[in-house]
């Protein structure tokens, strides 16, 4: 048997071998979602939600799934629900998905904070919401500090721009830097515009509290909103 042939059976055998085992995995995780496990529930529903073997799509049986653990207190589907109510598919619902973007952001969804943080920003009179500047920031805060690359962008620009939140160039700097840090393709402008206006004194200062912020956003902790109704 030559080289190639012997490459070629053996990969064969790696493919099936993980197929199998995927197969294995995704049996384990439709009895444990039968059974009535939140976990599980959520997993099998987002693999229905994205389709591909070996589940097939089929985007009722995921809002089912989905449902089903938000409802049993599981914070990722309260999350997912959240944001899919909102897209554009036959689900969509844009009072539902805020309902479930309020529950899961006042435990502590990054994620869905940063979505109520946008609409208060901004307003949404089809919701009901009227624009509320200092919400917005407190709602972009929790949700960067729960480590949201989207928030913590927005917490430098609205203490930039004193929105919501008194001007603090130091502390736009330091969410600047936190920003960079956990996302390298991250945009420079803020950080470029705001490191013109600083001292060495303010940046030295900046860099000492964006290692903190690094320091406490790494331990990924969930920062609750009670105050969100």
């Not at 294995?24 to 693999?47: M, N, T, Y």
């Not at 960079?180 to 490191?195: L, N």
Request: one cysteine or more.
């Amino acid at each position: 048997m030559n080289k190639l042939a012997c490459v070629f059976l053996a990969t064969s055998a790696l493919f099936f071998a993980s197929f199998d085992a995927g197969a294995h995995w995704v049996d384990s995780i439709k009895a444990k979602a039968k059974d009535g496990d939140p976990s599980a529930q959520f997993e099998l529903g987002r693999l229905h939600a994205g389709g591909g073997n070996p589940v097939e799509y089929d985007l009722d049986k995921a809002f089912s799934l989905i449902n089903k653990s938000a409802e049993q207190g599981f914070l990722m589907a309260k999350s997912w629900l959240c944001v899919y109510y909102a897209n554009p598919n036959k689900y969509k619902d844009r009072e539902l998905s805020l309902s479930w973007c309020k529950i899961a952001a006042r435990e502590g969804d990054n994620a869905a904070q940063n979505m109520i943080g946008s609409l208060y920003l901004f307003g949404d009179n089809d919701l009901g919401i009227t624009m509320n500047e200092s919400k917005a920031f407190a709602l972009y805060s929790a949700s960067a500090l729960g480590g949201n690359i989207n928030s913590q962008h927005m917490v430098s620009f609205m203490l930039l721009e004193g929105t919501g939140v008194e001007r603090d160039l130091v502390s736009a700097y330091a969410w600047s830097l936190t920003e960079a840090y956990f996302s390298p393709y991250a945009s420079p402008s803020i950080r470029e515009k705001v490191a013109m206006m600083l001292s060495d004194e303010q940046i030295d200062m900046a860099e000492n509290i964006s290692k903190n912020l690094i320091e406490r956003v790494s331990k990924g902790l969930l920062q609750p909103v009670d105050w969100l109704k």
